[in-house]
Each structure stands twice: as C-alpha cells, then as structure tokens.
C-alpha cells in the first residue's frame, strides 16, 4: 500500500469516526481504534499522523485563509480590483479596509480549516501513538489553537473519545492561551531536539511558547496589551536557549530562505515541497502567482500569474527606499530585503528577481516586458484610493512581492509553476530573535534589544542602528521602530496583524483604509459555526 493511498483511506476512516459516537455501537462491528491503525499496515499510526500534517497546507498556503486574514488586513498587502479582475464582491476590499462581516467566506473556510487541523490532531491520540508521536500531534493541535484564539478569541476542543454527538467545549481568555501553554510545556520533553524543521520539534514548541508570552497581554486585552515581567522573562529564556543552541544561523542571502532546493539554516518549523512532485504539494507557486502580472514570464505559457497581491508605498518606504519610477541598486543597497542586492536572476527561465517589484519589468534576456495592451509592464506604486482600479494602467498598479522565488522546475501546462519545489516556512529563527528583542525592550533593556537588532540588519546587509524605539502610536509605518524592523525582516508570513495588535497600533490609519473601529480587533465567529456550536460565542460589536 502507497503512502498516498494509507492517508486517503486514514481520510475515509477519519470521516465515519467523526460521524459517529462509538464505532462498535454505530456500526455494530468490533473495531478498536488500535485496530484501525494496524488495518493500514505497518506504520498506521504514523500514516495517520502524517494526515494531521497534510492539513496544515489549505489554511497556511492559500492566498485566501490565514494570510489574507494577517496580511490583507494590514499596512503590507492589499488586493486591488483591476478591472473585472479580484472583485469578487469586495471581499479583498472590505478586509484591507476593516469592514468585513460574520458572512465572510475567507473567514469560514479559515475557521473550519484551522478546526480540521485541531480535530485531526486529537483523532491520532485515539490510534495508539508512541510518546512522540502523541507530542507532535498535541503540538499540531496547540499550533491551529494558537490561530484560532489569535484571530477569533475562542477555539472549540475535544479530548479523543468524546461524545461527538455533543459540541465541543469552548476555550477562550485566560484559560485558552493558559491551556496551550501547558500542552507545549508537557509535550517538549518528548519532542524531538534535533532542528527537523519538517516535523514537530522541540525548538518549534519553544517558538509556540514565546508567541503565546509574548501576545498573552493582547490576547487578553486587545485595546489595551498588558506585558507581565514573568512572561516577558519567558520568551527571553526560551529565546536564549535556541540562540545559543548552535542549531540555526542566519543566511548569506535572505531569499536563499525560500528558495526550491535550497536548506535554510534559519528554518525552525516548515511544510516541504519538491518539485515536479504533485502529491501532498502545498501550491506553493500561489506566492508568486497571485502578485506577477500575466506576463511577468512567457516563456513557456500564457498564463504566468494572476496580477492581485501588492505591497503600499508607505509600506516600501520603512526599508529606507523612496518610491522611484524603478527600482535602483542603490535603493537594494539600503536593506537586502526589498530586493536586487545581486544582478542573480531567480531562474534560469525568466528575468524575474526576488523582493519589491517596481518599475519596468524584463525577461531573462534583458528584454522590457509589455502589459496585456503591448504598454510598458511598469509596476506603478500608487494605487486608487478606492482600491477599484480603471484607469489605462490598471493592470501594473502597485508594488508587487515576490518573496518565494518561483520554481519553474515544472513549467508545463496552464501554470508552469506547479508542483513548486519551495518549502513554506511557517517559523524561522530571525522570529526568535526578533521576540527577544521585543521582550527586552518591555524590561528595559533596550541596549540588549538593539544588540540583537543589529546582528540581524547586518546579516541582511543594512547599515547599523545607533537607536531604537518600540512603536510610533501616530504611523504605523516609522521606520525607526522595533514593529517596522519586524515588519521588513517578517513581511508576507502571516504574522503582521498579531504584531500590529500587540504593538496597539492595529487600528491606526494606513494606505487605503479611512476609517476603523475596535472591534475589528478581532475577527467574528464565523455565523455557519456559530449555528453548528452552541458553546461558541460571538464577538463583541458583531
């Protein structure tokens, strides 16, 4: 039996066990839950448990989940509408600008595919699993409980061999990220130690545990986040332990982190890919589709992107940058994050190069690229302030990221960059680093925080910092701040509106959004699961 074929039976058997109470009084067999996992054979368990990391591809890729909600929703991303192109009713619209509802489908999908990582998880502790196996599948479940209480302030939880036909209890508050803790805690000493960024590892968990420090306050207290020394301590002695650990170092060249085929020394937890390899692939090519214009490579099919995704001016400038008609070494020179630092293509297909994309666009042979009306494809930063474009430039309006460089290993067909080789890092070490900072600075160490800052710009070829501060409360976009150090070194991982909550600054006024409110502070509860789950609780203002 193929690995592909033991998970998608594991699938069949997961639905009948999720349907029903007991197997042996609904279906009137015998069947353990032990006897399930060994009808798959040899590894059972584990084929199982790899069905529970299978799940973390649809909420933690796509375009339309977890990184609409953390990123659209902030000062880094926004979807205009070009055209006849991403309206869909508004809905990218009304997430940039904080008007979005409990009918919202990005919202729903979000919750019930972060609810089926949590419920498979707990299903792999009803089949027998080594000490390790249940760990890792308890650190599955803690990570999609971390995004559920993040971003809707409660998650539902079940215990394996609970009474399915009754809803599941509802943690939120204190007791939701207080419970999280403990799990991790409870679970390090079986975790594997070894930096295996594929699986649940220890160093993972210690991650997990610095997030839930380090937002406890805001979790708790959105409008106004709190930071107890206690916790603050805690994510500076965790933090330690993997900085001193020699396991992670950070990359002569930044975009190498998410590059088909190469090893990230900075990688701590990640979904991996191969390329021209279809089974169990995330769709990692979404990255770069939905940002690239549909000319922006030719070479090989008529479909080269989907022109959606942008960055914003303002957003562009806390690297040190202007907004220029192009993009220049010198602006690359100022931070080697926002882009060309090297005349390296990403592939030896097409002239397209990692980072900010502004200005004329070429090929791989030094060719000016052409918009689908034969004008220059010359990426305009401003953008409508309705974010409704219909101008003759609608198609090259705002800056466009490209922070996976794209693999063109498998270009043929409709989309030649499917089956994309590029892992999707969901943690990396500058993460670490960057919470310790933080944390210092919230005790009163800024000597220490700036320290570790430095290191870091230093290791993305950017000029040194004599000073630092947390947070400009009046625009969210200083450059001389902890959050944009956060934002240049994080932008595009799904984790800026956890930050801008946490720095208070969430519903400050940026680019194309006039207006906000505090309850978008958190999301609603999907109005579908509120129906199906009586325990859940809708949101305050909604």
Not at 98 to 105: L, R
Not at 287 to 307: C, D, E, F
Not at 308 to 333: E, H, I, N, R
Request: negative net charge; charged residues 15%.
């Amino acid at each position: 039996m193929t690995q592909n074929k033991a998970i998608a039976i594991f699938s069949l058997v997961a639905t009948i066990i999720c349907s029903c109470t007991k197997l042996d009084e609904n279906l009137g067999n015998n069947f353990t839950n032990q006897q399930t996992a060994a009808g798959l054979g040899a590894g059972g368990t584990g084929l199982i448990l790899q069905g529970a990391y299978t799940d973390l591809a649809s909420p933690f890729n796509n375009q339309d989940r977890v990184f609409s909600l953390e990123e659209n929703s902030t000062d880094e991303s926004l979807v205009p509408t070009r055209g006849g192109d991403w309206d869909d009713n508004g809905v990218w619209r009304v997430v940039h600008n904080h008007t979005w509802n409990a009918d919202h489908d990005q919202l729903l999908q979000t919750f019930n595919l972060l609810n089926k990582l949590n419920f498979d998880a707990t299903n792999v502790l009803a089949f027998n699993p080594s000490a390790e196996q249940a760990a890792e599948a308890r650190f599955l479940r803690a990570y999609s409980l971390y995004y559920l209480l993040d971003l809707f302030g409660q998650y539902p939880f079940r215990n394996p061999g609970d009474n399915l036909l009754n809803a599941p209890k509802v943690y939120s508050g204190d007791s939701a990220v207080s419970f999280i803790i403990s799990e991790l805690n409870t679970i390090l000493p079986d975790l594997d130690p070894k930096n295996d960024m594929t699986k649940a590892n220890a160093n993972a968990a210690k991650v997990l545990l610095m997030r839930c420090y380090l937002n406890r306050g805001a979790f708790l207290n959105r409008q106004s986040p709190t930071f107890d020394a206690g916790d603050m301590q805690q994510v500076i002695t965790l933090g330690n332990e993997i900085i001193n650990s020699g396991d992670y170092s950070l990359m002569p060249e930044y975009f190498d982190n998410f590059t088909a085929g190469v090893h990230s020394t900075e990688g701590i937890f990640a979904y991996p890919n191969s390329s021209g390899v279809s089974a169990n692939n995330s769709g990692i090519d979404a990255r770069w589709m939905m940002t690239l214009h549909y000319n922006s490579y030719k070479a090989q099919a008529p479909n080269a992107g989907w022109n959606g995704f942008s960055t914003m001016s303002d957003f562009y400038k806390t690297f040190g940058a202007t907004t220029p008609a192009t993009l220049t070494q010198a602006d690359s020179v100022l931070d080697g994050r926002i882009g060309i630092r090297s005349n390296k293509n990403s592939t030896p297909y097409s002239g397209i190069r990692p980072g900010m994309l502004i200005g004329q666009q070429y090929n791989a042979d030094g060719t000016p690229e052409k918009d689908r009306k034969g004008a220059p494809l010359a990426f305009d930063p401003n953008i409508a302030s309705t974010m409704i474009e219909q101008g003759s430039n609608l198609e090259v309006t705002g800056i466009r990221v490209v922070k996976y460089v794209p693999d063109f290993t498998d270009h043929g067909g409709a989309y030649y960059s499917a089956n994309s080789g590029n892992w999707l890092m969901l943690m990396r070490y500058p993460e670490v680093i960057l919470m310790v900072a933080e944390a210092k600075m919230r005790t009163g160490d800024n000597a220490g925080a700036l320290t570790l800052i430095n290191t870091l710009r230093t290791a993305r070829h950017a000029p040194t910092l004599g000073s630092i501060t947390l947070v400009n409360t009046g625009n969210v976009d200083d450059p001389h701040t902890l959050l944009a150090e956060t934002g240049r070194e994080l932008y595009w991982e799904s984790l800026r509106r956890t930050n801008l909550v946490r720095f208070g600054v969430f519903n400050v006024l940026w680019q194309y959004k006039p207006s906000d409110d505090p309850k978008y502070l958190v999301y609603p509860v999907p109005n579908q699961s509120l129906a199906a789950n009586p325990n859940l609780k809708q949101n305050p203002g909604y």
